[in-house]
């Protein structure tokens, strides 16, 4: 008898402990270490899963003069600025979307639900004047600004060149200090937009 209800026992047991495990190693792939949000491994999993039909985007977030932060305060400080960039990001997204961190200073928004190109535009200027709002790291007051590159594409392209057409719009905000909008896999159809309010 002790016997019989015992396997049963250290059955569940087991289950529950791999179920536990495989949860744990789930987000540990799927976190980004340093911030806690999500990584590119998790922007992968949620484009996976976004709908099939209509319209998608992604803006690809860079910090403008992050290394002078590294430089002025160190890297420790820099690290916390970037938490505090991501939680902020991460708070303000809507059902539907997913903010990670890529790598260093730059960050990714996924739009999985777009119901136009001006809903999109809309977000992007959302989400650009959340991160012109202050933070406050150490009790140090600051503006971390970021230059943001706004991509949209039918559902269903694949999400490499979605973050491509984002991250040259990315790299022409930082340079010309504007927003603009590409329509992925279809560079004749870009066009630029009026840029959100930005200060220094």
Request: glycine letters at 8%.
């Amino acid at each position: 008898m002790f016997a019989e209800l015992t396997l049963p026992l250290m059955t569940a047991g087991w289950a529950a402990a791999a179920t536990t495990a495989a949860a744990f190693l789930d987000r540990r792939l799927h976190t980004d270490e340093l911030t806690g949000i999500g990584n590119r491994a998790a922007l992968r999993r949620h484009a996976r899963r976004t709908r099939r039909s209509g319209l998608v985007g992604a803006l690809l977030i860079d910090l403008d003069h992050f290394k002078a932060i590294n430089d002025t305060h160190g890297h420790d400080f820099g690290n916390e600025v970037l938490a505090a960039v991501a939680t902020r990001l991460a708070e303000n997204t809507a059902p539907g979307e997913r903010a990670v961190r890529l790598h260093g200073d730059e960050f990714a928004v996924h739009l999985g639900h777009i119901g136009s190109r001006a809903a999109a535009k809309r977000r992007a200027d959302e989400i650009a004047q959340v991160l012109a709002e202050p933070l406050e790291v150490r009790g140090r007051r600051l503006t971390a600004l970021g230059s943001v590159g706004l991509a949209v594409a039918e559902a269903g392209a694949p999400l490499g060149e979605l973050l491509g057409a984002a991250d040259r719009r990315m790299y022409r905000a930082k340079h010309a200090q504007r927003s603009a909008v590409a329509l992925a896999g279809r560079p004749r159809r870009v066009r630029d937009l009026t840029p959100p309010d930005r200060t220094a």
